[in-house]
């Protein structure tokens, strides 16, 4: 590991962690040694070790890289410019239950997507990611090399979802082999946990509340245990997710989550979205968000992926107001945690009906201090010394962050990720005014997408339930001509 002293100064502000919360230091300066930051404040000492390397941050706002709980690398660019403006009113307007056996590629043509995603998480603030997938070796490899820090969860699920006709949700259960995924999850763990320079943990990740078992919970909760590894699983995530938990079990996910051992410090609920109470859940039951709270399990908060289906979080102060730590995640496409940031601010304001709820630093504190406190980690989200050289410097001089009175606000809502002039993770420079250095090649990198992509959209008639092209499925928004002449 190289132990080379690096500073950044002239700065505009350095968001500092005082040991308690987020503070404004203003014309501050950084210091990170090999991998591990020994120095925030006013003016790095004289007397001190003389910096090897020194970062002009041409009056940058510098801040804690974007700890991102819940994304899905790999499926990420497969609904980009296709399931938006869709959905089908047969399941309650989500999207999730026809995408999903449409959007599907070859083995061979995987990494393209996935090697996609990683770099587009990357160039955007996700310094760490908690990917839920496939979780190959060869995905594990192609992701460490890309500098990134990620917790990856292979999938272990016992069930999938189908349609045989756009309003019935079919469950198609193979639980022998959500045993055997858990099993090569455990070996996954073995091999890789605490790899590249500890950059890459594994974690578990049993899919949906409602496409597992309680006895194979409770072996999840068994591993978890036996492992140390940390568990993520979607709830109330959907309305027919909802209703199939309280029809089978007579509880809410929550509850039902809690009675299998999936609870508490060490796990995550990806969106828990729709608990009782929610505009379009219907149930009125108590006790539902109390006892995540009292569990201390946490929420992963992805708003966009919501957005488009036209619902929203209800909302995440009264989440935090009862105690729920929430992060925030990017979940499919784009890979944009201050898009999600902005998204949440908007969308919390909105939901509560007032512009005094959602604020910037609510859901600034969600991106950093939120998401490590899921991880259990007190080294990542913050800018301090012990802290890992996680690091983000954002340019502000330009149109969408002047005049810089607060950086947060400036940020959450008028900033933009192409403002990431440099991004530091591990202390090792990653991307350099928007260039991924360790990427050659993005040209053939979207090229091979792009081809990809459209084998993928010529198989959707042979997927779709009723038959239907991907033009038939997601009509373009304007009509497709070929003239010469208007």
């Avoid at 979802?161 to 469950?171: A, E, F, M, P, R």
């Avoid at 198609?172 to 943990?201: C, M, P, Q």
């Avoid at 939901?351 to 998401?371: D, M, Q």
Wanted: glycine fraction near 8%.
């Amino acid at each position: 590991m190289d132990s080379k002293l690096t500073l950044i100064k002239n700065t505009s502000f350095v968001v500092a962690y005082d040991g308690k919360e987020h503070v404004l230091l203003k014309n501050g300066e950084v210091a990170f040694k090999g991998n591990e930051i020994v120095y925030v404040g006013k003016s790095y000492p004289a007397d001190a070790e003389r910096p090897d390397t020194v970062v002009d941050a041409e009056n940058g706002l510098v801040i804690p890289g974007f700890v991102n709980i819940h994304c899905h690398i790999y499926g990420s660019p497969l609904e980009r410019g296709f399931f938006e403006d869709t959905s089908n009113p047969w399941f309650y307007m989500s999207g999730l239950y026809d995408s999903l056996q449409i959007r599907t590629v070859p083995p061979e043509e995987q990494m393209r997507f996935f090697r996609f995603s990683t770099h587009e998480a990357l160039r955007k603030g996700s310094t760490t990611v908690f990917d839920m997938g496939m979780g190959s070796e060869e995905m594990i490899r192609a992701m460490a090399e890309t500098g990134i820090r990620a917790y990856v969860a292979p999938a272990s699920v016992c069930a999938s979802y189908s349609t045989d006709n756009g309003h019935l949700v079919k469950y198609n259960w193979d639980v022998d082999r959500g045993y055997a995924r858990l099993e090569n999850t455990i070996r996954t763990h073995e091999k890789f946990h605490g790899s590249y320079n500890d950059r890459v943990r594994i974690a578990l990740y049993p899919g949906q509340v409602d496409t597992g078992t309680p006895e194979f919970f409770r072996d999840v909760r068994k591993a978890a245990d036996q492992t140390g590894m940390l568990v993520q699983v979607h709830a109330a995530q959907a309305i027919i997710e909802y209703q199939q938990i309280v029809e089978r079990y007579g509880m809410t996910p929550a509850a039902f989550l809690d009675s299998c051992g999936l609870s508490g410090p060490d796990v995550l609920y990806g969106h828990y979205i729709f608990p009782s109470g929610h505009t379009v859940n219907a149930f009125q039951l108590e006790g539902e968000l109390e006892l995540i709270a009292s569990t201390g399990t946490h929420v992963a908060h992805c708003p966009w992926v919501f957005c488009k289906d036209g619902t929203v979080m209800e909302s995440i102060d009264r989440y935090r107001a009862l105690g729920i730590n929430i992060g925030l995640g990017t979940d499919s496409t784009p890979q944009d945690m201050l898009a999600e940031m902005k998204l949440a601010a908007i969308c919390g304001k909105i939901a509560e009906r007032t512009p005094l709820k959602a604020s910037a630093a609510t859901v600034f504190n969600a991106a950093t201090l939120g998401g490590a406190a899921a991880l259990g980690r007190d080294d990542l989200g913050r800018l301090a010394k012990g802290a890992k050289a996680d690091i983000i410097v954002v340019g502000t001089n330009n149109s969408q962050m002047c005049p810089l009175r607060d950086p947060i606000k400036a940020l959450v809502y008028s900033g933009m990720s192409s403002d990431f002039t440099k991004i530091f993770v591990d202390g090792e420079l990653l991307v350099d005014d928007g260039c991924l250095l360790k990427e050659k090649d993005e040209t053939t990198l979207r090229r091979d997408l792009q081809q990809s992509a459209e084998a993928m959209y010529a198989r959707v008639k042979e997927k779709h339930w009723d038959g239907k092209s991907h033009t038939e499925l997601a009509p373009m928004s304007f009509p497709v001509v070929d003239s010469d002449s208007f």
